[in-house]
Each structure stands twice: as C-alpha cells, then as structure tokens.
C-alpha cells in the first residue's frame, strides 16, 4: 500500500520560497501516475496547486502558475513542491496526493502547515 | 462557468437520507469525485469515477450525475459521517478543480 509523508520548513519569510517533499514509501513514483499538490488555506477549502507525471510532465493551476515549480526525484522516490514570493495568503496545510484511477486523488499524506510569517 | 458549486452546509438526521450537490458547466464533460474530510484530518475519497467506491467506504456511499451537476448521496446518514464534502472534476481547461465544500451536519 502506497503512503506519502510530507517534509519541510514550517514557517516562510514574506517574499521567500516555500519548499516541500513527499516521500512515497510502498511504491514507486516512476509507475504511471500523476502525483499531486493540494493545499489548504486555515477554515478555508482545498486548492489544487498542480501535478506531475512519471516523466516529469507537470500541470499547474493558472492561479500559481507564475510562482509553483514541481519535479520529481526519482533516486529518492520522492516529488517536490517550490512555490516562490510567498504571502501570507500562501499561509496552509499543504497535502501531496497520489492520483489514481478517474484522475481521484486516491491516497492522501497526512498534511503539513506552512505559516508565512516575519 | 471554470467554478463548481456546492451548498456550504447541509443537514440530515440521523438514518435518513441526504444528497450534497455541486454544479459546474465541466460536469457535463467530466466525472466528479468526491471526498470526505474530518477536522484535523487529511481528505479521504469516497467516489469516483461513474460511481465507484475505494475499498473501506461504506456502501451507504453513492454517486451520480445529471446534466451539470453531481451528486453525493448517503443512505442512512450516521453519526461518523458529519464532516465536509468536497467534490473535485476539471474547469473547462482541464485543469483540476476543487468545489467550496459542503459541512455536513447530522443530527
């Protein structure tokens, strides 16, 4: 059963870079799936951020298109998220998700807080 | 419409039955999916596809689509399954797409 954690800074700088990891553990990241970024601004809803596929293809949401970077490492078995000149309103939980079958985001890490903050 | 809308709460009580919709002009392209999220917790999915379910997900789970909307429909509501819906499908770019979300409320 494939799993995913998510790793990285807890707190950003205004104007700095965000920077996360998923770490995929029961599988491999180079089978044939999409592997995801959601996010989660505090008592708001979910926002798609975007994906990446097993080749490297990647597809962001238009809104953060300008700004989000996602890339596989494939020697780790991992995929990353970089999204650059944060706000507060980049302030979320931050999940990675594996896409399955009808494009439904099937397995979830458990999430990460990202505060942007001086 | 690149939206999907979904009513912010509804309620049911306990047994009975309750339908959470979202609508969007890419509905009638695309399948919705569906997912359960319980506070301080990541979401879960509960349908895809035409209407499929994960395995583990109750079979009182169901789902359906008509013209522009989508729908989520639980048959004999219990207690564990107050908490918010979220359905997601693709904007008219293909691009992916989450609903506001519906807190379900039973009683």
Not at chain 1, 11 to 24: D, E, N
């Amino acid at each position: 059963q494939v799993a995913l954690q998510e790793s990285g800074p807890g707190l950003v700088k205004p104007s700095g870079t965000l920077s996360l990891t998923c770490a995929v553990s029961g599988g491999s990241i180079s089978s044939s799936n999409w592997w995801s970024w959601v996010r989660q601004p505090p008592g708001k809803g979910l926002e798609w951020i975007g994906e990446v596929y097993h080749s490297g293809t990647s597809n962001y949401n238009p809104s953060l298109k300008s700004r989000v970077t996602m890339s596989l490492d494939k020697s780790k078995n991992q995929f990353s998220l970089i999204l650059i000149s944060v706000t507060a309103a980049d302030t979320a939980v931050y999940y990675c998700a594996k896409v399955g079958s009808y494009g439904a985001f099937d397995i979830w890490g458990q999430g990460t807080l990202v505060s942007v903050s001086s | 419409s690149s939206e999907l809308t979904q009513d912010p709460a509804v309620s049911v009580a306990m047994g009975q039955t309750v339908r959470i919709t979202c609508q969007g002009d890419s509905l009638r392209t695309y399948y919705a999916t569906w997912y359960q999220q319980k506070p301080r917790q990541a979401p879960v999915l509960v349908i895809y596809g035409k209407n499929n379910r994960p395995s583990g997900i109750p079979d009182r789970f169901s789902g359906s689509s008509s013209g522009n909307t989508a729908s989520l429909t639980i048959t004999g509501a219990q207690a564990e399954d107050e908490a918010d819906y979220y359905c997601n499908s693709r904007d008219s770019s293909g691009y992916r797409l989450f609903g506001g979300g519906t807190k379900l409320t039973v009683l």
